[in-house]
C-alpha cells in the first residue's frame, strides 16, 4: 500500500488547508481509532499531546471526536514535547499516541504524528493502513462503546521526572548558567522546570507562546538569538530546542553553535569509552557532514546511513539493533533512553559530559573539523516539479562530474515543506559556492 497523506514525518501542512483541516483530522483520528481497536472492548486508549500553535486546539478537538466515535478512550495531555509523547504513549499503556505538531516549521503549519504502543513512531505499514481507511467507509463503534475523553495535568511532570533518571543519580546542575531557548514552544514549561530542579541558574526565553509566534526568530533555527544572550550573561552554555523540542543545537560560552553532528561525535565517543555503543555504529542520515564520518573511522567506529528523518534514523537502528543515531539538525536519538528523537534529554547528556569532564562546552563541541558543506532551499509552488526540468537536470549532472571525487552532491525533495534542498560538499569552497548557487539560479529560471 502507498501513502499519499503521510510525509516522512506523519501529516502535514498548512492549517485550514488539505490534508491539515479539521475534517480530515477527524476521519484521521477515526481511521487511526479503528486501525488499533482491535477488539470490541472499552479498554482502548490513546494520548495525545501538542505544542503551541493556535491551530492545536481545533486538530486536538477533531481528533478527540474520530477517536471517540470508534471507541477509543482519549487522555489529553496538553502542550508536551514530542519525545514525551513516545514515553507515556509506553508509560500509560496506550495503544496510540499522537503528537499534533510541525516541528520547528512556522506557526501557520501544523501536523499530527502517530506513535505505536511501544512509543515508536508507526510503520509504513500502518500509515498506509489508516490511509486505506480514511479512503473508505469508516464503521463508528455502538453508541454504548462511545469513548471518553480525559484531560491528564501532570502529563508534562512525568516526562520531567522520566527525564532526570537518564543522569546518573546525584548529577546536580549547581553552579552551571544556563541560557534555554524554548522557542516558544512545546518546552516553555517542562524545560526550565528540569533545569531548575537539577539546580541550574536558568536563563529563559523563548518561552511565552500566543499561539502564533512558535519558531519565530527563536528556537533551533534560529540559533543566533540564543548565542547572543549567551555572549550577554555570560552563561556556560546555551540550550536551543525546536517547537515540538525533539530537536537540539547548543552554544558553547564563546557564542559558538554545535549542530547534530558535533554531538553525535562526542556521544558516540563517550558511549564507546563506556562501552555502551552497540557494535561501534552510529546511525545519521545522508546529510551529516562527512568530517563526522571520517572521526568515526579515525576512532574505530563506523557509519550507518539513512534518508532524512529521524523515523528513518529509528527504523534503521531497530534493525541494526543499534543504541545511537541522529541528524545535523538536531534530533539525537538514543534508544536506551527515548523511542525518538529527545532535545532535552540530548542536552542533558551533554552537561553531564561537561560535569564529569570538568572541561567547557567548547571544548566538547567541536570534536572534529567539518568539511565545508553548503546547504541551499527553493521554494516551489504546489505541482510544479523543478527537478524533471531538463535544464536543471543537465545542470545536476555537469555538477557531478564536476565534484566527482571531491565532494558530493544531495538534491531532494523537503518531505515536510515545499522546498527543494540542495547540499553539496567540497574542500574546495569556491567550487562548491559556484555549484550550489549555479543549481539554484536555475531551478529559480524554470520555475
Known sequence: MTRKLFGTDGVRGTANTHPMTAEMALRLGAAAGRHFRRNGSNEHRVVIGK???????????????????????????????????GFLTRSMRADLGIMIS???????????????????????????????????????????????AKRIEAA?????????????????LGGLKIVLDCANGAAHRVAPQLLWELGADVVAIGVSPNGTNINLDCGSTHPRTC?????ETGADLGITL?????????IDE??????GDQLMALFARRFAEAQMLREGVLVATIMSNLGLERYLDENGMRMERTAVG????????????????????????????ATTGDGLIAALQFLAAMIETGKPASMLARSFEPVPQMLKNLRYAPGVDLLSKAEVQTVIED????????????????????????????????LLAEIVNGIIAEMEAVA
Open 399 to 430: 555538477a557531478k562530474a564536476r565534484l566527482d571525487g571531491r565532494g558530493r552532491l544531495l538534491i531532494r525533495k523537503s518531505g515536510t515543506e515545499p522546498l527543494v534542498r540542495v547540499m553539496a560538499e567540497c574542500e574546495d569552497e569556491g
Open 242 to 250: 525546536d517547537g515540538d523540542a525533539d530537536r537540539v543545537i547548543l
Open 254 to 259: 564563546r557564542g559558538q553553535i554545535a549542530d
Open 102 to 148: 510541525a516541528s520547528h516549521n512556522a506557526h501557520q503549519d501544523n501536523g499530527i504524528k502517530f506513535f505505536g504502543p511501544d512509543g515508536f513512531k508507526l510503520s509504513d505499514a500502518d500509515e498506509a493502513a489508516i490511509e486505506a481507511i480514511v479512503a473508505g467507509e469508516i464503521v463508528p463503534a455502538q453508541p454504548a462503546n462511545i469513548g471518553r
Open 227 to 231: 548565542a547572543a544572550k549567551v555572549l
Open 310 to 337: 529521524d523515523r528513518y534514523v529509528v527504523e534503521r537502528m531497530r534493525q541494526g539493533g543499534w543504541n545511537l543515531g541522529g541528524e545535523q539538525s538536531g534530533h539525537i536519538v538514543m534508544t536506551d533512553y
Open 51 to 85: 505544542d503551541t500553535r493556535l491551530s492545536g486546539y481545533m486538530f486536538e478537538n477533531a481528533l478527540t471526536a474520530g477517536l471517540t466515535s470508534t471507541g477509543m478512550n482519549v487522555l489529553l495531555l496538553g502542550p508536551v514535547p514530542t519525545p514525551a509523547v
Open 156 to 172: 508534562g511532570g512525568r516526562y520531567v521526572e522520566y527525564a532526570k533518571t537518564t543522569l546518573a543519580r546525584g548529577t546536580q
